[in-house]
């Protein structure tokens, strides 16, 4: 079974489209994340949330809104795409930390092309 | 939070071991050292977390001295399968501001050479 899933896989859409990227995962964890991967492999955070609750908003355009309907799922919506979204988006999840091992689970990612 | 620095890129062939080093001068009190590896078109993995001195696991040994301003990855024998882009990270293993926010940096391509 896939701990961390996202959809789609591939998403090639035009600068000014809205689209979104769904999230799901099956390991009971409390706390999940979005993280932006540039071409230069940069691999930066950009949203968690802990039981539904948004605790890290990273510096992210306004276009961007996650949403998190439940604990096991963290969408990602995209507004007015613009050319520099273009990136891989991974969405990984983690135990709430108490003093144990603070690891996180990635899921296969999202490669986003705009045009 | 602190940040890290390690090189951008390391070589090594099969059946060596690999030694990755991480500074991160500015770690705090409570930040442990983390170790992820990523595949090309896969989200990174765990690999290993220590604090202090010495952590061994199936995959990898983290050496880490006394002043913990850094740290060493240890891969032995590495195979044309640890291929792979290696980040370290600190970061606090408990509930806190900083929960959740990893620095991952640009971290180390290791190519294993047959």
């Known amino acids: 079974d896939t701990a961390v899933s996202q959809t789609p896989k591939y998403l090639v859409t035009q600068m000014g489209n809205d689209k979104s990227i769904k999230c799901e995962q099956n390991l009971g964890h409390d706390t999940m994340y979005w993280y932006k991967q540039d071409s230069k492999k940069f691999l930066k955070i950009m949203f968690s949330?802990?039981?539904?609750?948004?605790?890290i908003n990273e510096t992210v355009p306004n276009r961007f809104s996650p949403k998190s309907p439940d604990k096991a799922h963290l969408n990602l919506h995209i507004n007015s795409l613009e050319l520099g979204d273009s990136a891989v988006y991974f969405c990984?999840?983690?135990?709430?930390?108490?003093?144990?091992?603070?690891?996180?689970?990635f899921g296969p990612g999202t490669r986003l092309t705009v045009t | 939070l602190a940040k890290t620095t390690q090189p951008i890129s390391m070589d090594s062939y099969e059946g060596q071991e690999v030694n990755i080093t991480c500074s991160h001068n500015?770690?705090?009190?409570?930040?442990?050292i983390t170790w992820y590896q990523q595949f090309p078109s896969q989200g990174p993995r765990f690999i290993i977390q220590g604090y202090k001195t010495k952590v061994t696991n199936e995959v990898a040994s983290l050496f880490i001295p006394a002043d913990r301003k850094s740290s060493t990855l240890s891969l032995p024998r590495v195979s044309l399968s640890d291929t792979a882009v290696y980040y370290c990270l600190v970061g606090l293993a408990d509930r806190g501001s900083t929960l959740g926010r990893l620095y991952f940096g640009r971290g180390t391509q290791l190519t294993v050479w047959p």
């Open positions: 990984a999840s983690s135990q709430d930390p108490s003093g144990s091992a603070y690891e996180q689970y």
């Open positions: 500015n770690i705090a009190t409570n930040d442990y």
């Open positions: 949330y802990n039981n539904k609750e948004l605790i």
